[in-house]
C-alpha cells in the first residue's frame, strides 16, 4: 500500500507503508523465535518436573496441611471416618512419617456428620 503524502507546497513523496498484517501483528518470526518459543517453556516444564517429583515418593516430613490431610485420609480408610489424633511424647507427625500409622485416638475427630458424596 502507497499513500502520497504532501512535503513541501507543490512536490508530492511516495511514503510506502508495511502491510496491515506486519502493522498489526509486527515482524514474523524467525525460525530462531520459533524454536525458543517450543523448547524454552519446554524446558522450564522439564526442570520444574524433575525438582518437584525427584524424592516424592520419600517425604522426610509432613509439611503444612499434610500433618492434616494425610492422617485423616488413612483414618477414613481404616475406620471409614476421621479419627483424633491422640498426643504423647513424641509428635503425631513424627510417628507417622516414620511409618507408625497408629496415630489414633478412641474417638471422632470432629463433631460433624460424615462426610457424604
Keep these: 500500500m502507497t499513500a502520497a503524502t504532501q512535503t513541501r507546497p507543490g512536490s508530492t513523496a511516495v511514503a510506502t507503508r508495511p502491510p496491515?498484517?506486519?502493522?498489526?501483528l509486527g515482524t514474523p518470526p524467525t525460525a530462531g523465535s520459533v524454536r525458543?518459543?517450543?523448547?524454552?517453556?519446554?524446558?522450564?516444564?522439564?526442570?520444574?518436573?524433575?525438582?518437584?517429583?525427584?524424592?516424592?515418593g520419600h517425604p522426610h516430613q509432613l509439611v503444612f496441611d499434610e500433618t492434616y490431610?494425610?492422617?485423616?485420609?488413612?483414618s477414613m480408610i481404616l475406620f471409614g471416618h476421621e479419627r483424633r489424633v491422640r498426643s504423647g511424647p513424641q509428635g503425631p507427625d513424627v510417628l507417622f512419617?516414620?511409618?507408625t500409622p497408629g496415630v489414633w485416638g478412641p474417638g471422632a475427630d470432629v463433631g460433624l456428620p460424615p462426610p457424604g458424596g
Design 36 to 56: 525458543w518459543g517450543w523448547w524454552g517453556p519446554l524446558l522450564a516444564m522439564a526442570v520444574g518436573g524433575v525438582l518437584r517429583l525427584v524424592n516424592l
Design 20 to 24: 496491515l498484517r506486519e502493522r498489526l
Design 69 to 74: 490431610y494425610v492422617k485423616q485420609g488413612w
Design 97 to 99: 512419617t516414620a511409618g
